[in-house]
């Protein structure tokens, strides 16, 4: 099938994760750019939205299960070692939460937080620092938080203004 919307290139510029809708379910793919060799990494249900990790090492994907993950919590927000070696594994423990941008250190994963009638940035650790914590919060629509690579600033958008416009933040 052909390639989906989300595609994200990995940091040393090698490779592309991607997502490939086959007429049912997306699911994340990743191709070598050099050998023109295409690897599926996920196989079941409705898996999108590849982001790389710094070290290039990992995906962070959305995935909306039908039943609790293994620790009784659900979560929409999960990884996988980016050449397949590993099963999937649960990022955090909230719904409605699409992972968009990790930290350049590789210790957070930020992400936009969209239960209903909002959407909210938040991270969360991804060393067992427990739960997440907002970074933008408002009656807005604040979506599609990425990191600049000095871990200084982050890019978002927002409708606060009545408008979706691109903003910019200085990161605590």
């Given at each position: 099938?052909?390639?989906?919307?989300?595609?994200?290139?990995?940091p040393?510029?090698?490779?592309?994760?991607?997502e490939?809708?086959?007429?049912r379910?997306?699911?994340?793919?990743v191709?070598?750019?050099?050998s023109?060799?295409?690897?599926?990494?996920?196989?079941?249900?409705?898996?999108f939205g590849?982001?790389?990790?710094?070290a290039?090492?990992?995906?962070?994907?959305?995935?909306f299960?039908?039943?609790?993950d293994?620790?009784?919590?659900?979560t929409s927000?999960?990884?996988i070692?980016?050449?397949?070696?590993e099963d999937?594994r649960p990022?955090?423990?909230?719904?409605n939460?699409?992972?968009?941008?990790?930290?350049?250190?590789?210790?957070?994963?930020?992400?936009?937080?969209?239960?209903?009638?909002t959407?909210?940035?938040?991270?969360?650790g991804l060393e067992?620092?427990g739960?997440d914590?907002?970074?933008l919060q408002s009656p807005a629509?604040?979506?599609?938080p990425?990191?600049?690579?000095?871990?200084?600033?982050?890019?978002?958008?927002?409708?606060?203004?009545?408008?979706?416009?691109?903003?910019?933040a200085?990161?605590?």
């Amino acid at each position: 099938g052909p390639w989906g919307q989300g595609i994200a290139v990995s940091p040393d510029g090698r490779r592309v994760a991607g997502e490939l809708w086959d007429g049912r379910n997306r699911s994340v793919w990743v191709g070598d750019l050099g050998s023109g060799r295409v690897d599926r990494l996920t196989f079941d249900a409705d898996r999108f939205g590849p982001r790389w990790s710094p070290a290039g090492d990992r995906i962070a994907f959305t995935y909306f299960p039908d039943t609790p993950d293994d620790r009784g919590e659900r979560t929409s927000m999960w990884w996988i070692a980016a050449d397949g070696s590993e099963d999937a594994r649960p990022i955090g423990a909230r719904l409605n939460a699409y992972p968009t941008s990790f930290h350049p250190d590789g210790r957070s994963l930020f992400f936009h937080y969209a239960p209903g009638g909002t959407a909210d940035i938040r991270r969360v650790g991804l060393e067992g620092e427990g739960d997440d914590v907002a970074i933008l919060q408002s009656p807005a629509f604040e979506l599609w938080p990425v990191v600049s690579p000095d871990g200084r600033w982050l890019a978002y958008l927002s409708d606060a203004s009545g408008s979706m416009q691109l903003r910019l933040a200085p990161l605590p």
